[in-house]
């Protein structure tokens, strides 16, 4: 009998012992199958990519309250005049806080105008930026209007500067004549009134 229990004791702390082995086996295996999956995933776990971003276009928002809309076309076709050497400056809304471009753009002017008083006139168009130490103008050309209603869009011209921490965009208009009165249109016909940006 004392032979027997002895032998049931030494049977239960062998496999107390080889239970702890295992268990300290296992906890070892998952210990280096973790830090292995961690290696693996800062390897490979990083996701890369790449995606093309479109230069921004503005259109003419609302004329009486001079705005400027970025990649949303003008709600309405109105029209809008522009006497003399008189200006007209659509801004964008709310503040852009900071924008910098890290590249020189290059604009596309596009107008739809005409003289109504006068002989065909320039027109100067002007693409800038509202920064910290106000506007500053990065590109501009003159666009000489007939005194039939026409659609005029300028080659990509490349801008003086890139923006540098703006805060608003704007798209100004300035006459070029004494007692004249220029007809500009919104849009018509799909063509808008518009600067596009481009790299």
Known sequence: MAIRSRFISLEVSLLLIMNKKTIAVIAISLLIGGISLA????YYGI?????????????????????LLINEKSPDCAHFDLEDSSVRAFKTEG???GINF??????????RAHI???????????FGY?????PVTICETDVSIGSGIDNYTT???????????????????????????????????????????SK
């Open 102 to 111: 890290s590249y020189i753009p290059k604009v596309r002017f596009s107008v």
């Open 39 to 42: 290696a693996l995933l800062d």
């Open 116 to 126: 109504t008083k006068g002989t065909p006139q320039d027109l100067t168009l002007r």
């Open 95 to 97: 503040d852009l806080e």
């Open 47 to 67: 996701m890369t990519g790449s995606g093309e971003v479109s230069a921004p276009e503005f259109y003419i928002g609302s004329a009486t309250n001079e705005t």
């Open 155 to 197: 080659d990509f011209i490349e801008c003086s500067g890139g923006p540098i921490n703006a805060r608003k965009f704007y798209y100004e208009m300035k006459g070029n004549c004494e007692e004249c009165k220029y007809i500009i249109g919104k849009c018509a016909g799909g063509f808008y009134t518009k600067v596009e940006l």
């Open 130 to 134: 509202i920064g910290d130490n106000g």
